[in-house]
């Protein structure tokens, strides 16, 4: 050790090529946000886990799950739901639960819980929004950014019905080597190898998403688990006519100012969601607009209408 470090050198651990493409059995995370259940109260049970799991084409990195997967099961509901999650650890170290849609005591409801340990997280959502949840067992940044965080989608007062509901929850990799959990030192230092949608590199540009007609609605939800870097979520060809974050809506296409947004801006746990459409067939990529990372897996591609899908990358 000591050597000076050397520009553009491996910062160490797996290395992801942001050109492959995955293997021919893998399966998309789905996107689809279901709306919420029935009933006021959510009776939710989960295992914490570590397993090896692949985050990019050919590299599999040890992740620590809720329910064995990155991002953690999506809860969704209405205000003034009570949900009650009994989490189990089924890992080899500790683990917790930080719900921020709750208000409850710290050392309470998200202590950390031993291997074979259970604990029963109740809480009330008392407020709207579309909300980060994550474990907190230090080094807490380690076990975000290993992959241990979800969403929590609490509708707002009478959220209208649209034709198609996506969740995207944007978080970084930072790879240790292969098989192995992520490196906490990159993570201290902001040195992520990827940001992703859901949980894998450029998921949504192997898998896109389709079945949208031109004219028809989309509500996409986006929440910043990080756990350190922002989003500015951007879809090219279209324009947010709604706009929601952190609890309020920014813009709305009835409030008479005939505004249009680009981008939603997130920092690390916040969240909202955007409303649009396309106007012609044809593909829209989706990206964090800073754009370096949109080259580190930051990517996806919505598919409207039924176009010649050989003229992708044509241009
Ligand atoms: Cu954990």
């Given at each position: 050790g000591g050597g000076a470090e050397i520009e553009g050198a491996k910062l160490g651990g797996a290395e992801i090529d942001f050109n492959a493409a995955p293997e021919g059995?893998?399966?998309?995370?789905?996107?689809?946000?279901?709306?919420?259940?029935?009933?006021?109260?959510?009776?939710?049970?989960?295992?914490?886990?570590?397993?090896?799991?692949?985050?990019?084409?050919?590299?599999?990195?040890?992740?620590?799950?809720?329910?064995?997967?990155?991002p953690g099961p999506t809860l969704r509901g209405k205000v003034g739901d009570i949900f009650t999650v009994t989490i189990t650890n089924d890992g080899?170290?500790?683990?917790?639960?930080?719900?921020?849609?709750?208000?409850?005591?710290?050392?309470?409801?998200?202590?950390?819980?031993?291997?074979?340990?259970?604990?029963v997280y109740q809480f009330e959502a008392k407020h709207a929004g579309a909300w980060m949840y994550h474990?907190?067992?230090?080094?807490?940044?380690?076990?975000?950014?290993?992959?241990?965080?979800?969403?929590?989608?609490?509708?707002?007062?009478?959220?209208a019905p649209v034709d198609h509901e996506y969740i995207f929850v944007q978080h970084e990799y930072y790879t240790g080597d292969e098989g192995e959990p992520g490196d906490?030192?990159?993570?201290?230092?902001?040195?992520?190898?990827?940001?992703?949608?859901?949980?894998?590199?450029?998921?949504?540009v192997h898998a896109p998403i389709d079945g949208i007609e031109v004219g028809e609605r989309v509500r996409a939800w986006i929440v910043d688990n990080g756990p350190s870097e922002n989003s500015s979520w951007h879809?090219?060809?279209?324009?947010?006519d709604t706009v929601y974050k952190e609890g309020a809506y920014n813009l709305r296409p009835d409030d008479g100012g005939q505004?249009?947004?680009?981008?939603?801006?997130?920092?690390?746990?916040?969240?909202?969601?955007?409303?649009?459409?396309?106007?012609?067939?044809?593909?829209?990529?989706f990206v964090s607009h800073k754009f370096s990372n949109a080259g580190k897996g930051a990517m996806g591609l919505f598919i409207a209408g039924d176009p010649d899908l050989g003229e992708i990358g044509g241009h």
């Open positions: 059995d893998w399966q998309p995370f789905d996107p689809t946000l279901a709306p919420a259940p029935g009933g006021t109260e959510h009776e939710i049970s989960w295992s914490m886990t570590e397993e090896v799991m692949e985050i990019a084409p050919g590299v599999t990195q040890e992740v620590w799950t809720f329910d064995g997967q990155v080899e170290m500790g683990h917790s639960l930080d719900f921020h849609a709750s208000k409850v005591a710290w050392n309470d409801e998200m202590r950390t819980i031993q291997p074979g340990e259970s604990l474990c907190g067992t230090a080094p807490t940044l380690h076990h975000i950014g290993n992959g241990m965080h979800g969403a929590v989608v609490i509708d707002p007062p009478d959220l906490l030192g990159k993570m201290q230092r902001d040195e992520w190898d990827a940001v992703v949608f859901n949980g894998y590199v450029n998921q949504y879809v090219v060809g279209t324009i947010f505004g249009g947004s680009q981008a939603l801006d997130l920092q690390p746990a916040q969240g909202g969601f955007v409303e649009f459409t396309f106007d012609e067939e044809g593909a829209y990529p």
